[in-house]
């Protein structure tokens, strides 16, 4: 199976038409090898919010476009099957930024993005640790709050899209911290999950309450201290109206405007509150942090999991076809927990 970009979109909801499910798509060979390539059967795939600015087909600062009837991709782990290259043989696991949505697939490591072999520490894991609690977007949280966020025992913190792959870290994190946390998702289900399992210390619905400011306000009487920025627009500036003074944003991503067009992106009404409050904003990119940061963030989550403190849940969509409905369901908030494929 191959899952093709058939019709790029830039703004507006994703739809089955977007992609090509190829069905019955020649199968590599290993005689298909040239020197260096390795032949690899893809396990699982991480399905991620930013490929949906990929599918735009335009290049971003920090990623590549997806290409107009070429396979998309993301991280993902797979097997190796046969190889022309010394450094990988037949059985070794490796995992990458930038494995193709095929079930089967030729790669030149040298080309790939954030490629390795799974080996040492990180080969005794479970496999799907990869796409799951030591993925991209645990690191994102991890380095988020840790390094961003600064966080000081006592504080507030708060965390928007708090039940899914980046915000359960965050929320989790947040307490073992010594941090107050208030969370919220849109769903009840999701809720209950942040208050019953990730013991965040006060949780909402931001689609049921009447004004998210409002909702702060009463929920963070002393003021935000730390924002865990995964949402963007409205419930940004409800933070900075709430913020303390010397508050620190987490500026990790704005989801409820990748499928806006310009005339349609929300319009932030209270930038003037960043001086009066010396609040500080700070954007990243977690590719930049994976040489310097990742063997420390490994080393923290995997103690925690050890010791039976910390959760992730998992979102696991079965079948490579049905790969598009689960880049479609990050959108509709329909996903519970880090989306990922088992191809
Ligand atoms: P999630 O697992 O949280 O899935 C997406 C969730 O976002 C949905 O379930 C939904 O949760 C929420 N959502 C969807 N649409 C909207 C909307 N219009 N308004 C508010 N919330 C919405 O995704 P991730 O944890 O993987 O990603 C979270 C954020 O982190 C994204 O913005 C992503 O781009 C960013 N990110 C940034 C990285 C970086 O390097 N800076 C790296 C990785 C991720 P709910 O039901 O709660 O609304």
């Known amino acids: 199976i191959q899952i093709l970009l058939k019709e790029p979109q830039a703004s507006g909801s994703l739809s089955a038409k977007n992609f090509d499910v190829v069905e019955n798509a020649p199968i590599p060979q290993e005689s298909d090898l040239r020197d260096q390539e390795i032949l690899v059967k893809v396990l699982y795939l991480s399905v991620d919010p930013y ?117 359960q870290v965050v929320v989790q994190l947040g307490k073992a911290y010594g941090l107050r946390v208030v969370a919220s998702a849109g769903s009840e289900t999701k809720v209950e999950y ?67 067009d310009s005339q349609n992106a929300y319009r932030l009404k209270n930038q003037y509150l960043f001086f009066g409050k010396r609040i500080s904003m700070k954007g990243f990119l977690i590719f930049d942090h994976y040489k310097d940061d990742y063997v420390a963030f490994v080393k923290d989550i995997s103690k925690r999991v050890n010791d039976g403190e910390f959760h992730y849940k998992l979102d696991v969509t079965k079948g490579l076809e049905n790969g598009p409905r689960a880049m479609m369901k990050l959108f509709e908030g329909t996903n519970f927990g880090k989306s990922l494929i088992e191809v």
Request: some cysteine; aromatic content about 10%; glycine content about 10%.
């Open 194 to 260: 942040l208050k019953k399992v990730l013991k965040a210390d006060e949780v909402f619905n931001y689609k049921k309450v009447d004004s998210i400011s409002g909702t702060l306000k009463k929920l963070c009487p002393k003021g935000i201290d730390i924002y865990f920025d995964n949402v963007g627009g409205e419930f940004l500036d409800a933070v900075l109206e709430n913020a303390s003074l010397y508050a620190r944003i987490a500026a990790c991503g704005a989801i409820s405007q990748y499928e806006k």
């Open 51 to 167: 490929m949906r600015p990929r599918m735009t087909c335009v290049n971003q600062s920090y990623v590549e476009g997806f290409k107009k009837g070429k396979p998309i991709n993301g991280f993902g782990v797979a097997e190796v099957l046969a190889s022309k290259h010394p450094h990988y043989q037949p059985g070794d696991h490796v995992t990458g930024a930038s494995i193709p949505w095929t079930t089967f697939s030729v790669l030149n490591p040298s080309n790939q993005s954030l490629f390795s072999k799974l080996e040492g520490d990180l080969a005794k894991v479970p496999l799907q640790w990869h796409v799951g609690v030591l993925s991209m977007p645990s690191f994102t949280g991890w380095y988020g709050l840790v390094k961003i966020g600064q966080p000081k025992p006592g504080e507030t913190l708060v965390v928007s899209a708090a039940s899914g792959a980046v915000g």
